[in-house]
Every structure is written in C-alpha cells, then in structure tokens.
C-alpha cells in the first residue's frame, strides 16, 4: 500500500510543527516498513496515484489537490489543527463564518475537502469537537490523535551542549523566530533577570524586522551566557541534548494547539513555563505554571518563581513516534478495507 504523506507547504519554503509533523510521519512509517510505503507528495512525480493521501495541514490551495485526489477515487484523510479557543461560542462562530463562505460567499473547495476526507486526523479533543461543530463531520470519521515526538527525548545527555558550549543553566526556547512565539518577551524578561537565555530556532519569512529585534535582545543577553542558534533542526543531537542541558523551557505563545517543544521538554522531563491561553487548559498542560497575560512585568515575575522552584515534568509514550505512527498504519489499513 503506498501512502502519499502531503505537507501544507513546500518543505524548503517554510518550517514549524506540521512541517515536522509530515517529515517524521514519512520518516516513521518508512522505517516501520511493512506492508505500508511512504511517499512525500512531489508535484514532479509521473508513477500512478498513491493509494491513500494523508493531508497534513489543508490551506486553501490544496482543495483543488483533494479535487484531484477525489477524481482519481483515492481516499484521503486530513490532520487539521485550529489552535483557537474552544470555547463553545468561539467555535459557532467560526461555523458561521464557514458557512457564509461555503454557502453564501461560494467559497466551498476547502469545506468540501474536510467534509468529503475519509477520516479528520485532531491532535485534541477539544480540535476534534472543533472540526465536529465548524464543519458538521461526524464524530465517527474523527481521530484524536497526538503530535508525535523522537524516542530520542525520552533518553537525552547534557553531554554533547555542554562539551560545546558549557554546564551553565539556561532558559531554553525551541521554534520558529516569530511574533506569535512571543521570543522578544521572553529574551527582554530574560534579560531583565540576568538569565542565560538560549534561541533555537530559524526567523520565519515575513518575520525580518521581528527577528532583528530578536537578535539585539539576544546580544545584550550575551552578556549573560545566552546564545542564538539558527540552523539546528530537529534531528540534530545537539538541539536535542539542550533540552536536557537546559534549567527550563519557556513558550510564551497564546496561539498553539500541542506544541512539539513544550511535548519535546516534557519528555525530558524539564520544568516548563506557557503564556496562559486556550489550548493550556487542556489536561496535558493546565498544571503547567502559565503567564496569565503577556507583559514584561508578569513575565519577569512568573519566571523567576520558575527558575528558582522548578518542577519537572513527564510525558506518556503514547507521544513518541511509534506509537502514533502505528495508530496511523491503523487508519490507512481500514480505509484501505472500506
């Protein structure tokens, strides 16, 4: 059977968690072998459709790929997160807001791939009863399935960071350089502390004047060990060990749905702090200490508890590849029955 994994963007013109979310599910299910052979979506390709499509991620571009799909009598499933507030009036009124588009406005193509996908892939509940309420799928064809997160960070060694770079503690803050990511905050609390803070991550296009001020807040924290590396990825055993060199992991974002570095420093059992937002009130991450708005008093404040008490953390294997990667196989070999 051969599975054809379709990212939401070209893997070369963008980056963050679905983006690594269709990399290591290609990843995975080609190590896994089997009957199952995974395939990354190549506009280039001339070998007959794949057997299943599995959409990660569905910008409106990619409904006429689901259109082609359909027509070619292939079926497809779709990994939608929302990352909103699941509250229930936020979630009608984003189902009104479809409709209108879908029904009145004649914007139907991506309504009618989610509604038509074989199966609707959620990281949460709370996105599965979203994808239930804004677009009328039945509970039946929806999935809760969690971001999948390496093996690898269940077992890490400070050793590796530290012979480069030292065994000082640091902050540590893990993703793509952006606004919604809240990094200029955390390096200015960080900085108003006197604490190493540590940057892993790439600026995202269309975030150049962001990630300047990124860099000059991350300078002045220079001074007080902190560094900014840009070209890790997630394979890399480096990034991976400062997980385990780190004090703790700070995220200060009100807009995620299940953020792969705050899984990844939970495996690794690191103190972890969040900006307070909707998707912290999910069970995985409510007892997590949480900047409740984002100021650089508060945040100041909330950090300083955090580093002086830090609390470690633990995160079921049901996280790790593996596991989700064998729930996926689960799904591809019963459409492939129905």
């Known amino acids: 059977m051969r599975v054809c994994i379709v990212p939401e963007y070209p893997m070369n013109l963008m980056t963050g968690g679905l983006q690594v979310q269709a990399l290591r599910t290609f990843e995975t299910l080609s190590a896994l072998g089997g009957d199952i052979r995974a395939?990354?979506?190549?506009?280039?390709?001339?070998?007959?459709?794949?057997?299943?499509?599995?959409?990660?991620?569905?910008?409106?571009?990619?409904?006429?790929?689901?259109?082609?799909?359909?027509?070619?009598?292939r079926?497809?499933?779709?990994?939608?997160?929302?990352?909103?507030?699941?509250?229930?009036?936020?979630?009608?009124?984003?189902?009104?807001?479809q409709y209108l588009n879908s029904q009145v406005l004649r914007r139907s193509?991506?309504?009618?791939?989610?509604?038509?996908?074989?199966?609707?892939?959620?990281?949460?509940?709370?996105?599965?009863?979203a994808a239930h309420v804004i677009y009328g799928v039945d509970k039946g064809r929806i999935e809760v399935i969690p971001h999948g997160i390496a093996p690898e960070f269940y077992h890490l060694s400070p050793k590796p960071?530290?012979?480069?770079?030292?065994?000082?503690?640091?902050?540590?803050?893990?993703?793509?350089?952006?606004?919604?990511?809240?990094?200029?905050?955390?390096?200015?609390?960080?900085?108003?502390?006197?604490?190493?803070?540590?940057?892993?991550?790439?600026?995202?296009?269309?975030?150049?004047?962001?990630?300047?001020?990124?860099?000059?807040?991350?300078?002045?924290?220079?001074e007080?060990?902190?560094?900014?590396?840009?070209?890790?990825?997630?394979?890399?055993?480096?990034?991976?060990?400062?997980?385990?060199?780190?004090?703790?992991?700070?995220?200060?974002?009100?807009s995620e749905?299940?953020?792969i570095s705050v899984l990844e420093a939970m495996a690794?059992?690191?103190?972890?702090?969040?900006?307070?937002?909707?998707?912290?009130?999910?069970?995985?991450?409510k007892d997590l200490p949480q900047v409740s708005y984002p100021s650089l008093d508060q945040v100041v404040r909330t950090l300083q508890g955090c580093w002086h008490e830090a609390k470690p953390t633990r995160l079921s294997k049901e996280f790790s590849w593996p596991s989700v990667a064998a729930r996926l196989?689960?799904?591809?070999?019963?459409l492939q029955k129905d």
């Open 39 to 73: 395939e990354l979506f190549d506009w280039t390709t001339k070998e007959p459709p794949a057997d299943i499509y599995h959409f990660i991620g569905l910008p409106s571009y990619l409904a006429q790929v689901v259109e082609l799909v359909r027509e070619a009598r």
């Open 75 to 97: 079926p497809y499933i779709i990994t939608l997160l929302f990352g909103s507030d699941s509250s229930a009036i936020c979630m009608w009124s984003a189902a009104i807001r």
């Open 109 to 129: 193509s991506r309504y009618n791939a989610v509604v038509n996908a074989q199966r609707i892939v959620t990281a949460t509940k709370a996105d599965a009863e």
């Open 161 to 222: 960071w530290q012979d480069r770079y030292g065994a000082s503690p640091f902050v540590l803050c893990v993703g793509a350089i952006q606004r919604r990511k809240g990094q200029l905050l955390l390096a200015q609390a960080c900085n108003a502390l006197k604490l190493p803070l540590v940057l892993l991550g790439p600026v995202l296009p269309g975030e150049k004047d962001y990630g300047a001020e990124v860099d000059r807040a991350v300078q002045a924290n220079a």
């Open 224 to 254: 007080f060990g902190g560094r900014w590396l840009q070209n890790l990825n997630n394979h890399d055993p480096l990034l991976q060990s400062a997980y385990d060199a780190s004090r703790m992991v700070a995220l200060l974002s009100a």
């Open 257 to 259: 749905t299940q953020p």
């Open 268 to 285: 690794a059992r690191k103190p972890v702090l969040l900006q307070r937002a909707a998707y912290t009130r999910d069970p995985l991450f």
């Open 329 to 334: 196989q689960g799904i591809y070999r019963s």
